[in-house]
């Protein structure tokens, strides 16, 4: 079984005014143990709060109200990255490249072969789930950085500039061992192991 099906808090959204197609969408996921939710339309969907977990969209593109395409331009414009595969009975070449453009994981015609269906849904997890992961490391970053003094913060910024000890002494009007102190303890504090790691670290912040 794959990492995507035995993940129990994932959590995979299914919007379809056809209620057959929601529930064989939903009876395939549970075979396989994963979790689904359902909704006739597109409002019920945009209103529904998203939970923090791993998840996805199986998204038809012909909606009463809504298409699918215009839920996945709301739902970029409010900032969710919530991956999105598409399925229709009626899909065209313009629509599935438009779609597609605007980064959905897969463009289904129905009726779909259960693995086809399988296989993007577990690609869409896994591409959430390494999301989460980013951003999860880049909050701890933010939190380390946050621990920092005033003047360790303009250590870390001069040494992410690329400039060395002596020439960040110059800067700041301190002495070489103050400096390599400051740097020393802005190492530790961000648990940076190398100056690579911690330019990476400084790329997070927007220093350089």
């Known amino acids: 079984m794959t990492e995507a099906a035995r993940d129990t808090e994932a959590l995979v959204f299914v919007v379809d005014d056809d209620e057959s197609v929601r529930n064989s969408v939903a009876g395939l996921l549970g075979v396989v143990g994963l979790k689904t939710k359902c909704f006739s339309s597109a409002r019920d969907f945009l209103d529904e709060q998203l939970p923090d977990a791993p998840s996805c969209l199986v998204l038809d593109v012909r909606l009463p109200g809504a298409s699918g395409l215009n839920v996945q331009e709301d739902l970029a414009r409010a900032g969710i990255p919530i991956p999105i595969i598409f399925m229709t009975a009626h899909g065209d070449i313009p629509m599935s490249v438009r779609a597609m453009k605007a980064g959905a994981i897969e463009f289904l015609p129905k009726p779909f072969r259960d693995q086809d269906m399988l296989d993007a849904i577990y690609l869409a997890l896994s591409k959430d789930r390494a999301r989460r992961q980013k951003e999860l490391g880049h909050h701890n970053v933010r939190a380390r950085y946050a621990e920092l ?29 103050t400096v390599k102190i400051h740097r020393g303890n802005v190492m530790r504090k961000m648990g940076a192991n190398s100056l690579a790691d911690l330019l990476k670290m400084a790329l997070i912040l927007s220093l350089t």
Do not use: H
């Open 149 to 177: 003094t005033p003047r360790e913060r303009e250590v870390m910024s001069l040494v992410a500039a690329g400039l060395v000890n002596k020439q960040i002494a110059d800067r700041l009007s301190l002495a070489d061992i």
